[in-house]
């Protein structure tokens, strides 16, 4: 027992030009590694994906906050932090095999096209959906003056309508809708926390107070988080001055705030 904490005691601490060796050599193995499977293996690979595979398998032994975006994704990112996309403004699900219409964000081009929810999209830009590894969203998605053409299917009727659409910058809202519940109690329901979260959170609680609000419900249910420094702007609304809300700590010392 004495010789195996003494073992640990003496790999805890590895000099820092034995630790860039060791990076070092198991790059060059897994680079190796992968030589050796696209020379050997008896199917053609595919390098980005087994890559993407294969870094998102390490990233996911840590834990589930750190992740990879590729540069095709970054749209994505974006997206997620700012809350704006070039696009057409719906939210698509499937429905079986079928990909449905199932919301609509108003004064977008797909409200103005007359795009409803319930629409089965069929072909986007005669791309047929049904097809295997079809992402709609990447065929809807596109920059601001540009257009796309959406074959759709209406309630009850088997004729398919080609429907025109024309992109831009749609900006998701992070409170969806807010008003009063009784005469003193306000409702808030909050679905993200991108860049303007705060900014949308005080007006919708301002007004609610100007009608008389005296307690709140804020209905976070399918929010999936998003920036931390919305969720600290957002708590200032409700808590004491100086009040401690969170903490953040990692290797960098630098980076550490509270």
Do not use: H
Request: charged share 30%.
């Amino acid at each position: 027992t004495g010789v195996a904490a003494l073992g640990l005691s003496l790999a805890s601490f590895t000099d820092p030009g034995e630790r860039f060796f060791d990076i070092a050599k198991n790059l060059d193995i897994y680079a190796m590694l992968f030589k050796e499977l696209n020379r050997y293996y008896v199917d053609e690979i595919n390098p980005n994906r087994t890559i993407k595979i294969s870094i998102d398998a390490m990233l996911k032994s840590f834990d589930p906050y750190t992740v990879y975006y590729a540069e095709d994704d970054i749209e994505d990112y974006m997206t997620m932090t700012t809350g704006k996309y070039n696009g057409i403004g719906i939210i698509t699900g499937n429905r079986g095999d079928k990909v449905v219409i199932m919301g609509i964000d108003e004064g977008t081009p797909a409200e103005k096209a007359g795009l409803r929810i319930g629409d089965e999209i069929v072909k986007v830009d005669g791309i047929d959906l049904r097809r295997k590894g079809i992402d709609p969203g990447k065929l809807i998605k596109g920059q601001t003056g540009t257009t796309v053409k959406l074959s759709v299917k209406r309630y009850g009727n088997d004729k398919l309508e080609d429907i025109i659409v024309a992109r831009e910058v749609v900006k998701m809202k992070n409170v969806t809708y807010y008003g009063m519940i009784s005469d003193e109690v306000g409702y808030i329901d909050l679905k993200d926390f991108n860049s303007t979260a705060s900014k949308e959170m005080r007006q919708a609680f301002s007004e609610l107070k100007a009608k008389g609000m005296k307690k709140l419900v804020i209905d976070l249910r399918d929010n999936p988080g998003g920036l931390l420094n919305m969720a600290v702007d957002i708590c200032n609304i409700f808590l004491p001055k100086e009040s401690e809300i969170v903490t953040t700590k990692g290797k960098v010392q630098e980076w550490n705030k509270t």
